[in-house]
């Protein structure tokens, strides 16, 4: 039983301690946006010494979690009662996707001309090609006739289709035809760029599932854009959204 007044930093601790051993992010968030200064607290008289980033590194929480945590402070060489910083729980609980994002030695800032690229290393971490082929053989069972149609519903109708293989596909059509060379003097207020944003803003935190998953592309992600995953997104997020970008999202 948790002993101390109702709303006392011990009481709170607590509680805190307890969500995140739950795996409760939602919780999590709220206690920390009441009181931030307990980023990096771990539970009083507790022995495991697990911060909140700790627990979420541990649980396998969603990237967007672990950004939150990281922008609000948590630190990413305190240690636990191993002598463990998040990112070598990461390494032994064999989630290498969150390696990248909590290397304490990893550069967060992000230029906005390097979004551009992450971008595109993004869009072509689907087999594409692998993907338009496999959906030929299908025929009349398709959502389309080809990857030209599932890039130019979005870019009409900007909304998600409901397979995750055709938004990817989509996204990696939008890719190879914004960089064509006669449709390089496109702007970013065209409609092709808005869906290729829009398509960006839903994928980023997803990866490809097999077998139309580009291993290099999806390493190359994550070495080098993973980290600042959430930085680009911003960027592009108000990028988007300048240009128009609010209509209501549907899927077809």
């Not at 009662?81 to 967060?108: F, N, S, T």
């Not at 139309?212 to 592009?236: G, H, M, N, T």
Request: charged share 25%; aromatic share 12%.
């Amino acid at each position: 039983m948790v002993q101390g007044r109702p709303g006392s930093r011990v009481l709170v601790r607590h509680q805190l301690a307890d969500a995140a051993k739950e795996y409760n992010w939602k919780k999590v968030l709220d206690i920390l946006y009441a009181h931030p200064d307990l980023i990096n607290a771990t539970r009083p008289g507790g022995e495991a010494l697990y911060t909140p980033l700790h627990q979420a590194v541990h649980g396998n929480a969603p990237l967007e979690v672990i950004q939150r945590l990281l922008d609000m402070g948590a630190s990413l060489t305190v240690t636990n009662i191993d002598d463990e910083r998040p990112v070598d729980i990461a390494k032994r609980k064999g989630y290498y996707h969150l390696v990248p994002l909590l290397d304490p030695d990893r550069q967060q800032v992000v230029f906005p001309n390097e979004v551009a690229e992450a971008e595109s290393v993004c869009a072509l971490r689907f087999r594409g090609y692998e993907y338009e082929h496999w959906i030929s053989t299908l025929g009349s069972r398709t959502t389309g006739s080809g990857l030209t149609a599932l890039a130019r519903f979005v870019v009409e109708e900007l909304a998600l289709h409901r397979s995750m293989n055709d938004n990817f596909a989509a996204f990696f059509e939008l890719r190879r035809f914004l960089h064509k060379w006669e449709n390089r003097y496109l702007t970013r207020y065209s409609r092709e760029y808005i869906a290729y944003d829009f398509l960006f803003l839903h994928l980023y935190a997803h990866e490809p599932a097999e077998p139309f998953r580009d291993a290099r592309y999806c390493y190359e992600w994550q070495e080098k854009f993973l980290p600042r995953a959430e930085s680009i997104a911003a960027i592009v997020r108000k990028s988007f959204q300048r240009r128009g970008g609010e209509k209501k999202i549907s899927v077809r």
